[in-house]
């Protein structure tokens, strides 16, 4: 694996400004926490403004396919009588009801600018069968070709571990390699990868462009118990691996500070990007 030059790497350096000016097919994820308020609820204002800023993309000519976590904790927000339960069957249960939750949110904000939604409700034996691969590859051009907004996520309620992909950062990467789209943003409520954990390092460092993956596992610390360790910032890293192989850079932005999108693509905020143009692939 070799190391670009100071003066090669500054010239193959892509900004969130370059990437957002280029991309025509861009998928964006939202997680959990990304629509969620606080106390764990789905806050559809958040999700307002959101889908505001994925409308002015499209409206840039964009083509836009977004995969969206949020269906167990929708449903905890319409039956919390079963919040407390641990038992899977009751967990998928909620995610069942909490998925029309979600989608009827989306199919409201979308709806306020003409746009309608399509649900695709996915797992991983849908990406180890090439015919099903197909098809969920020709649903999704048929979607954005008529002018239908894709929301996609994991199928909760069927999903067990051999079937499971396991977090919706995979999921996005997988679709957006299967689209072939030339961005993939991952919508999170950090500003991006930091050198150390930056909710207990106030020294932390934002890292804005990363190309290599193997360089950067090694020079930061994934190893804490916050959502910065293995249960946050690892997957988003797996996830920018996958894309990447097929070329395609990947974006970790802040969702929680206003227009990110917007301020991103006028170069007004920070975020980083995983290039496309990796060091280990000639």
């Not at 990110?260 to 290039?275: C, D, M, P, Q, W």
Request: aromatic share 6%.
């Amino acid at each position: 694996m070799r190391d670009f030059s100071p003066e090669v790497a500054e010239e193959m350096m892509e900004t969130p400004q370059k990437l957002l000016a280029g991309a025509r097919k861009i998928v964006i994820k939202l997680g959990s926490n990304t629509i969620s308020d606080r106390n764990g609820k789905v806050d559809k204002n958040i999700m307002k403004h959101i889908v505001a800023q994925i409308m002015e993309l499209i409206n840039a000519g964009k083509r836009v396919v977004v995969v969206s976590s949020g269906a167990g904790v929708s449903g905890v927000g319409a039956i919390n009588k079963w919040a407390r339960k641990n038992d899977i069957n009751y967990k998928q249960a909620l995610c069942a009801i909490g998925q029309v939750e979600l989608m009827n949110a989306y199919k409201e904000f979308f709806g306020t600018y003409g746009l309608h939604v399509g649900q695709i409700l996915l797992t991983g034996d849908d990406f180890n069968e090439p015919h099903r691969e197909l098809n969920i590859r020709n649903a999704l051009f048929t979607l954005v070709d008529e002018g239908v907004v894709p929301i996609i996520n994991e199928n909760d309620s069927v999903s067990i571990d051999e079937f499971s992909i396991g977090d919706n950062d995979t999921l996005s990467a997988l679709v957006a390699n299967l689209w072939a789209a030339d961005l993939l943003i991952l919508m999170s409520d950090i500003d991006g990868v930091y050198d150390k954990d930056p909710h207990t390092h106030a020294d932390a460092k934002l890292i804005e462009w990363v190309n290599d993956i193997d360089k950067l596992r090694k020079s930061i610390d994934t190893k804490g118990k916050s959502d910065f360790g293995t249960g946050g910032i690892v997957t988003k890293i797996n996830a920018a691996e996958i894309v990447n192989r097929y070329g395609t850079a990947m974006m970790l932005v802040n969702s929680r500070k206003e227009d990110i999108l917007g301020k991103l693509a006028r170069g007004e905020e920070k975020a980083t990007v995983f290039s496309g143009k990796t060091s280990g692939r000639d």
